[in-house]
């Protein structure tokens, strides 16, 4: 198993540019998330999915879509990219939504927006 | 709004030695408390999850222990060795009807052992 994939590693984006961040998981994972890692600040839940079709916001959403068109994939957009935006961004996954199940991360991509 | 604090940000250790990592939170009313572990350009990965009814888990040279009453975890590591070098983040889950998604992170305790 690959676990949780993430593409692309690095991006350096132009103010207003948009992209999409993809994470794939091969566990057949119902919940995945995605989440911004900032210096001096913990991980921050920016939306999450707890099957297909279904998504909801976490505790920082603004400038950013997701969808979940199947179980396997997850992908963030970014619609008019903000330098506010520069981060590196994680997508981890569980079995479940439930409260025990172990996070599976991916390894991360690094944004940077000028 | 629960607030999870992990002093020092920074820590380098001789190998060999044993050690204490610190992990403090400000609500009790807690259901789990998760251990990771974050090596550079790489993902998170989970070491030990205690569970609010449990003191402690172990793994191998790990032992985690949990004071809910104090809002205190601890991540002890034994022999420590050059490998065990990384970022060492702490997590807490409430008490809900919630899952991951109510997940609070640390900010981290980046650990080197000196050879």
């Known amino acids: 198993n690959a676990g949780v994939t993430q593409t692309p590693k690095f991006q350096v984006l132009k103010t207003g540019q948009s992209m999409t961040l993809q994470c794939a998981q091969d566990m057949n994972h119902e919940y995945m998330s995605w989440y911004r890692q900032d210096p001096g600040m913990g991980l921050r839940l920016i939306h999450y999915?707890?099957?297909?079709?279904?998504?909801d916001q976490g505790e920082v959403p603004n400038g950013y879509n997701v969808s979940r068109s199947t179980t396997e994939d997850f992908p963030l957009r970014l619609l008019s990219a903000a330098p506010s935006q520069t981060s590196v961004y994680f997508c981890?996954?569980?079995?479940?939504?439930?409260?025990?199940?172990?996070?599976?991360f991916g390894s991360g991509t690094q944004l940077s927006v000028l | 709004k629960q607030e999870v604090t992990q002093i020092p940000a920074a820590l380098s250790v001789p190998e060999g030695e044993n050690l204490v990592l610190n992990c403090s939170f400000t609500d009790s009313a807690i259901y789990n408390l998760q251990w990771f572990r974050q090596d550079p350009g790489k993902g998170l990965t989970s070491l030990l999850l205690?569970?609010?009814?449990?003191r402690e888990q172990t793994s191998g040279r790990l032992n985690a222990s949990l004071d809910k009453s104090s809002g205190r975890s601890t991540l002890y590591i034994a022999a420590s060795q050059p490998g065990d070098s990384a970022t060492y983040l702490c997590?807490?889950?409430?008490?809900?009807?919630?899952?991951?998604?109510?997940?609070?992170f640390g900010t981290g305790t980046r650990l080197t052992i000196i050879p």
């Open positions: 997590a807490v889950l409430p008490i809900s009807n919630f899952g991951n998604e109510k997940l609070t």
């Open positions: 205690i569970q609010s009814s449990q």
């Open positions: 999915s707890v099957g297909a079709g279904i998504t």
């Open positions: 981890a996954s569980s079995d479940r939504q439930a409260t025990n199940e172990k996070l599976f």
